[in-house]
C-alpha cells in the first residue's frame, strides 16, 4: 500500500507491471486517473474510511497470494511438460511425437527405401549366466549408449534393443539418398567402438552385424507405452542377415551391397538359406 501518489515515483517498476498490487491513497482528484494508469488496483480519497483501507487491502494480499500460487503451478506445469517432451522424445523420433501431440491417433507410413541394421552381441547370454546382474546391465548400457552416439551422428533412427540386440534404421522418418552408406558408416563404427571398448576395459566382445535395403512400413503402436517399429520383409531379410553372420562381420544382402559397391571393399560371402526367401546372396563389409 502507498500512502502518497506524487505522480507515479510513488509505485514500484514491477507494480506498474501488474506483478504486485497497488493501493493508493490520494487526496488530489486528477492523481487518481494517474495511478489507475500506472498500475494502481484501487485509490481511495481522503478522507478515508480505515475500515474500508483495512478491507482492501486484505482483499489486495488475497489477489497477490492467488497471483504467486498460480504462477508457481504454471511454472510446475511448464517443467513437467519439457520432462514429458524429454521423455516423448526418448521413445519417438521428433516427427512423430510432433504429429501425435497434434492429434493424430493412427501413424502409419510407407517407406519404399530404407535400410535396416541389426547388430547382436556374440555370447552375451551367456555371460550373463557368470556375472552379477548390475555389472551385466551397466556393461550393456555402456556398449548401446556408444551405439546410440553413432546412430545419432549418422542420423539412424534407434528402434528397440531386445536382450543384447540392437535394431537401427537408416532414411526414415524423414527419407534420405544415402541411407545405405549411413548405415555401412554405422555397421563399421559399431565394430571399432567394440574394438576400442575391449581395449579400455579389457573384456573381448565381439558383434555380428546385418544390413538389407528395401522397403518398409513405420508406424506408432500402443495407447499408453508407445513405440515405433517396421513391418514388412525387409525387417525380417536384415535380421536373418545378423543371425546368419559371423563374429566380427558386416553382412549385407544383394540388395545393400549393390547400393554400396563402388564406394566400399567387399568380400564375397556366397548364398545363405533365408526362411521364406529360399537362397540369398549375401556379402561381408570389410571397409571403404
Known amino acids: 500500500m502507498l500512502d502518497r501518489f506524487p505522480g507515479t515515483e ?12 497497488g493501493l493508493v491513497i490520494t487526496s488530489q482528484p486528477d492523481h487518481k486517473l494517474r495511478a489507475m494508469n500506472a498500475g494502481a488496483k484501487y ?4 478522507p478515508c474510511d480505515l475500515v474500508e483501507v483495512q478491507a482492501l487491502v486484505h482483499n489486495l494480499l488475497e489477489v497477490r497470494l492467488l497471483h504467486l500460487q498460480t504462477k508457481g503451478l504454471y511454472e510446475r506445469i511448464v517443467a513437467e511438460q519439457k520432462v514429458s517432451e524429454r521423455l516423448l522424445l526418448n521413445v519417438l523420433p521428433r516427427p512423430i511425437a510432433s504429429r501425435l501431440k497434434a492429434g493424430e491417433t493412427t501413424i502409419a507410413d510407407a517407406f519404399p ?3 535396416v541394421l541389426f547388430a547382436d552381441l556374440v555370447g552375451f547370454t551367456e555371460l550373463s549366466t ?9 556393461l550393456l548400457n555402456d556398449i548401446f549408449s556408444t551405439f546410440d552416439l553413432l546412430a545419432e551422428q549418422l542420423g539412424l533412427e534407434k528402434l528397440k534393443t531386445i536382450g543384447d540386440a540392437y535394431m537401427a534404421v537408416a532414411g526414415l522418418p524423414e527419407e534420405c539418398p544415402d ?15 567394440l574394438t576400442r571398448f575391449n581395449r579400455e576395459r579389457g573384456t573381448n566382445f565381439q558383434a555380428r552385424v546385418g544390413l538389407h535395403t528395401g522397403p518398409v512400413v513405420a508406424g506408432v503402436i500402443g495407447r499408453t507405452k508407445f513405440s515405433y517399429d517396421l513391418w514388412g520383409d525387409t525387417a525380417n531379410v536384415a535380421s536373418r542377415m545378423e543371425s546368419h553372420g559371423v563374429a566380427g562381420g558386416i553382412q549385407v544382402s544383394a540388395a545393400t551391397h549393390k547400393r554400396l559397391v563402388h564406394r566400399y571393399a567387399f568380400q564375397e560371402r556366397g548364398s545363405i538359406s533365408i526362411k521364406g526367401r529360399g537362397e540369398m546372396k549375401t556379402y561381408l563389409l570389410l571397409g571403404k
Open 179 to 193: 541411407h545405405a552408406e549411413a548405415a555401412a558408416e554405422m555397421a563399421l563404427g559399431i565394430q571399432a567402438g
Open 130 to 138: 557368470q556375472i552379477p546382474a548390475k555389472k551385466l546391465v551397466s
Open 113 to 115: 527405401d530404407v535400410t
Open 43 to 46: 485509490v481511495v480519497s481522503k
Open 10 to 21: 510513488g509505485l514500484t517498476a514491477s507494480a506498474k507491471h501488474g506483478d504486485l498490487p
